[in-house]
């Protein structure tokens, strides 16, 4: 009996092959859902209308372009940028946060066209098909997910000459080199000569990041209660906030990371990255949080962060603990306001300045000339009773002699 399922499609050859395969495959009436999440801005962005027509041509009864990119900035990229969130130390997610998107999407195109499954180009050895199956058993216990390129063992040329048979329209640009994931919050490469981590990826592999500027500048980031709300003084919304920092950062060459990385599947994999914009942000936003959290909650927080981070790179976006950190870091930004200075200048993207109305930074307890209003003497007090209990079990346990009883001076 012919089914009705929404396909994520991306307009490249796999999902594309993918249209084909469920209709001969799993007698699949297909619903193509493109999400538009800020993908190749800086050479203008996708080309929707052709990979709608391309949907089409391959088969599908349905094509819809979703523009997700104000959604994907708000809902997504600014929780990630509030928890700083960074797997393994270093990515800051990027794949990771447009798959709750596009799955957010796919349910509700499933519902509206009375599909029975959703289905993604997902192959079974990364993290993503991790992320749309999760994602989607959490929006949505009922449907069914099929992974067509996780079951059709072919290759990329059998795709090719699939896709001949079956006169799909291939991309016209240059056969790819490289697996390119992107949104707004950045760019992942893979495959290819870096699939070897001694190489050094070749300057190709780099779009977001290329070095133009040539001289040194600054940017003002303006946060309020966490969000970054002005770029030198501008309010700019989330999404125009993120690309121009794309642009400006990127314009250094600042943003590039290259490493060695854990997948949920077990595998270890080189990865390749752009994030100019979410690494200069992310800079901007613990600076700031070092000047205005409080001590207990900034330590609390940083235990916190790594979790939130693995919970989504492991593609538990929807599940109650990743909801509850972020009710926690949520509470935890209602004084994160002020300004960050970011200097820009060849490769390198760091912070020179920081400043805040509710600033926990106090010049005279700080300070070491004649302003001082640091009360000196409630530090012995303070300092004797701390090391109290290491005195006593040192005398005690470990035989160093008795305390002395007080006047050190
Ligand atoms: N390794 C990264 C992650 O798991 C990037 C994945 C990129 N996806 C892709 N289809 N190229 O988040």
Redesign the pocket.
Known sequence: MTQRVVLAYSGGLDTSVAVRWLMEHRDAEVICVAVDVGQAAESGGEDWDRIRARALAAGAVEATVIDARAEMAEDFCMPALVANAK?EGK?P????LS?PVIVKHLVAEARKHGATSVAHG?TGK???QV?FEVGTRALAPDLNVMAPAREWGLTREDCIEYAAKWDIPLSVTKEKL????ENLWGK????GVIEDPWNRPPEDVYTMTVPTATEPSEVVIGFEAGLPVSLDGRDLAPEPLIAEMNRRVGSYGFGRLDMV?N??VGIK?R?T?ECPGALALLLAHSDLEDLTLERDLHHEKLRLEPRWAELV?DGLWFSPLKQALDAFFAESQRHVTGEVRLRLDQGRCWVVGRRSPVSLYDHGLATYDASDTFRHQDAEGFVRLWGLGVATWSAVQEGRGAPSSGSDS
């Open positions: 797997y990515y997610l990027v794949s990771a798959r997902c990364g993290n993503d992320r490289y697996s390119i994931d992942a490469i893979e495959c990385e997948r949920r994999s990865e990255y790179y």
